[in-house]
């Protein structure tokens, strides 16, 4: 069986098509898998480190904010969608896949669009509440249709081929979770309520600014706390200056790093989560149980992420708070609300927790080998 996987833009795509791959080689271990993507995107270090093999297609969106250097883009855009039919047959030429999967991200468009049109197999899964324009176009055209949540069914356009399969989780994160306890103590947190906050690797400017200020408060007025921060790459030097306006350092109550290499573990001691709302973070909240504050980035297409917040929110299991409305004050209000009450923080978690999808890749692997097989 050869499957050909096509996924880009953000980890967000990325790790769910990473996820599914693996499910899919366990499944099946003679089963060649193959990726489709930017070079310049992440998914080519994900991938190749992966150790899949990687065939490069160029296709990038549209700026729709009109100025000089976005007509450029455009133009370059124009070429690049030119090309990605040819290019998109070229590579489905040299797999000659079984089955050709979509993830998400605008490469999806023109491989999954080119296997339907040679009669392959194909399938696609729609990780946010709101899906993404990409999938919106494939979902007619495909054979089948993975939703993580039952709000995106209907606004995908094709309720009677989609499925809800949840958000596939690496098992660590699940596994974490339930060592809880070590994972606490290796952090040394005893009974203090440990914050985990982070706006993504690159980092969020915003969410830097606001968790200074709460850290400012933190070590000034509410000290039983272990708060661990990653700023992101571009937030390393503005997280600096910021503590040293605002008269904090890190030190016993406050880590501070650049990135999260050990989320399952962190989530495992966390009792309060501060994040941006992408799907896979949610998925990530929700298979460790954890409650959240949650800060949609207005900058995503369809302004998707708090369509997904708001899931949680309904839930009981997050309080959302838009960008257009967030201040250093209203975080601390948030936050001093929730951790003086560590019970409305454990039955948070246990309602995320139950908004969560275990067997999500056993869904998808067991669909997607029935579609081969047929």
């Excluded at 982070?198 to 509410?222: M, P, T, Y």
């Excluded at 997280?239 to 989530?267: C, H, S, W």
């Amino acid at each position: 069986m050869r499957v050909l996987i096509a996924a880009g833009g953000t980890a967000g795509h990325i790790n769910p098509a990473l996820a599914i791959a693996g499910a899919l080689k366990e499944a099946c271990p003679a089963a060649e898998i193959h990726f489709a993507g930017r070079r310049e995107g992440m998914e080519y270090g994900l991938v190749t480190k992966a150790g899949y093999p990687f065939h490069h297609i160029e296709i990038t969106g549209f700026q729709r904010h009109l100025s000089l250097r976005n007509v450029g883009r455009n133009v370059v855009t124009l070429w690049n969608l030119a090309l990605s039919g040819p290019k998109a047959r070229a590579i489905l030429k040299e797999v000659q896949p079984d089955l050709v999967i979509g993830c998400g991200g605008y490469v999806s468009g023109p491989m999954v669009r080119s296997a339907a049109k040679h009669g392959i197999k194909t399938a696609i899964h729609e990780q946010n509440a709101f899906p993404g324009m990409t999938n919106k176009l494939l979902a007619p055209d495909v054979d089948v249709v993975f939703a993580a949540v039952p709000a995106a069914v209907q606004k995908l356009g094709a309720p009677e081929k989609t499925i809800v399969v949840g958000n596939p989780v690496r098992p660590a994160v699940r596994k974490a979770a339930e060592a809880r306890t070590e994972a606490r103590a290796r952090l040394a947190a005893g009974s203090r309520t440990v914050i985990l906050s982070f706006g993504g690797s690159l980092g969020a400017r915003r969410i830097n600014e606001v968790v200074a200020d709460l850290c400012a408060w933190e070590q000034k007025e509410h000290k039983n706390v272990l708060h661990l921060h990653a700023t992101g790459q571009y937030g390393v030097e503005l997280f600096q200056t910021l503590a040293q306006e605002k008269g904090f350092a890190p030190g016993e109550n406050l880590t501070v790093r650049e990135y999260i290499d050990d989320m399952p573990q962190l989530l495992a001691a966390a009792d309060l989560v501060i994040s941006r709302a992408g799907a896979l973070t949610l998925a990530e909240l929700e298979a460790a149980g954890r409650a959240a504050i949650l800060i949609p980035s207005p900058n995503v297409a369809e302004n998707h992420q708090y369509y997904n917040a708001l899931e949680l929110q309904k839930a009981g299991a997050a309080v959302v708070i838009e960008e257009k409305n967030l201040t250093g004050e209203k975080l601390i209000e948030t936050v001093k609300k929730l951790t003086e009450d560590p019970q409305q923080l454990a039955v948070m978690g246990k309602l995320a927790r139950g908004l969560a999808v275990d067997d999500s890749l056993d869904r998808i692997t067991k669909k997607l080998l029935e579609l081969v097989k047929a």
